[in-house]
């Protein structure tokens, strides 16, 4: 026999799993990078309609609005960035820098590419930050310019450095393909676009978004550059740049974007733009709504929090707009917290805590649900019926066995769909008149 002691009550590990909250980190040791504070960014505007989002003027400033109401006053997420290249994104800035001056949450900012003439675009819009795109790998500079080379690139994003400063407006410079980037291009640049900005005060200060372009970066510091998230964020700490200085902005093109995210907070990095829900190019940006969930568990957002049921709405919009989240996708697709097995549904019956991560319905408002299928038993008729009439019904219930047959032959006959609710409905109402 195994040595195991048997205890009066049983072990949940409240400290990791407190009932009422998301999982939280209880950190052995608090890592010394760690910043006190973490937030997120948003790029559904520009990086989600890149990605094949399509947004009229109304549909992003919609899209804005529900941004603002997830998350409220907690400071969670706190800046959304706009194109300016094309009328319907430069009415949905507008539109949002107005419900922004009349005290909405997210601050509208802007995107453009590092040249003077893109900074004329965004001069007189009233932002007070601008993204501007600069490329870092010798991928790019190498080919985008012509001669091409690191200098001239280099020469090419200060000028616009310094018609941004001049402009009055603080640059945010997006580093891209940043895991693919020579340190001794990436960090001279750096210091150089500091010292060009330091006359200009703290307002004018510049930051970084740290750019995964293509999702090649990987969450470890034993691994050399330029792959090392951690080591290229504690390198640009190193420069002296702060937390507040620095974003990270990943891609999931090799499955690793949230583990990326929280990789980039542990080192050091303040911020985290994606977007809600995933959306962007390629197989997508960083979901904020899972990177949120995990700050929350560092304890980095304080006591003020996002209302995370609040997305259910912007999961509907995206449907009625054929841009529907994937069945599966975590915490808010269709089938996220659906169990089709039989001893899953016997476990939530018994006690549902068994398979449920957190308190999903409070937190998400989204319930845990049951479809049946071959596999899913009697356990889940029961849980079902449970769920929608109220109904307690023992296993040997006439009523249940009768149902169980019929979902029996079903199958048995070679059907492969689930049953759900709305098709069992008229047959427990016949069973069980109300």
């Known amino acids: 026999m195994p040595k195991v002691q048997d205890v009066p009550h049983p072990e949940y590990f409240p400290d990791s799993f407190p009932p009422e909250d998301f999982p939280r980190y209880p950190w052995t040791e608090r890592p010394a990078s760690l910043p006190e504070r973490a937030w997120v960014t948003e790029t559904t505007h520009r990086d989600g ?3 094949g989002l399509p947004l009229t003027a109304e549909q992003g400033l919609t899209v804005y609005e529900r941004m603002c109401a997830f998350t409220g006053d907690s400071g969670a997420l ?16 507008e539109g949002a ?3 922004w001056r009349s005290g909405a949450p997210v601050e509208p900012t802007t995107w453009i590419r590092a040249s003077t003439r893109d900074v004329a675009l965004v001069r007189d819009l009233g932002v007070r930050e601008t993204g501007m795109l600069a490329s870092a790998s010798d991928y790019h500079t ?4 012509k001669p091409g080379g690191r200098a001239q690139a280099a020469r090419t994003y200060l ?3 310094a018609a941004t400063l001049d402009a009055g407006l603080r640059p945010r410079l997006h580093l891209e393909d940043a895991t693919r980037a020579p340190r001794d291009f990436l960090l001279p640049f750096v210091e150089a676009v500091m010292e060009l900005a330091r006359p200009y005060g703290e307002a004018q200060r510049p930051r970084f978004r740290v750019c995964d372009t293509l999702g090649l970066g990987l969450p470890y510091d034993f691994v050399s550059g330029p792959r090392s998230v951690p080591a290229l964020i504690g390198e640009l700490r190193g ?31 303040g911020a ?9 190019e390629r197989s997508g940006n960083a979901p904020l709504e899972g990177v949120l969930l995990h700050l929350i568990g560092m304890g980095l957002l304080g006591e003020a929090r996002p209302d995370f049921r609040e997305l259910n709405a912007l999961v509907e919009l995206y449907a009625s707009w054929g841009e529907a989240v994937p069945a599966k996708y975590p915490l808010y697709g269709r089938d996220a917290h659906r169990t089709r097995a039989g001893i899953h549904a016997d476990g939530l019956n018994k006690f549902w805590w068994m398979y449920a991560p957190f308190d999903v319905p409070a937190l998400l408002g989204r319930p845990l649900e049951v479809s049946l299928t071959k596999d899913s038993g009697v356990a889940g008729l029961i849980f079902l019926i449970r769920q929608h009439t109220g109904l307690e019904l023992a296993k040997d219930d006439p009523r249940v066995l009768e149902l169980q047959a019929w979902l029996n032959a079903e199958f048995d006959g070679g059907r492969q769909t689930a049953v759900e609710w709305e098709e069992l409905a008229p047959r427990i109402g016949a069973l069980v008149p109300a």
């Open 159 to 161: 000028e616009a450095v």
């Open 239 to 269: 420069l002296g740049l702060a937390a507040e200085d620095l974003e990270f902005h990943p891609h999931n093109d090799t499955h690793l974007v949230v583990a990326n995210s929280l990789a980039a907070i542990l080192a050091g990095a």
């Open 142 to 145: 190498f080919h985008k310019f």
């Open 49 to 51: 309609q890149q990605g």
């Open 272 to 280: 985290i733009n994606g977007t809600l829900l995933g959306k962007g």
């Open 97 to 99: 820098l107005e419900r």
């Open 78 to 93: 706190r800046q959304a960035e706009f194109f300016v290249y094309r009328p319907s994104d430069r009415a949905m800035l």
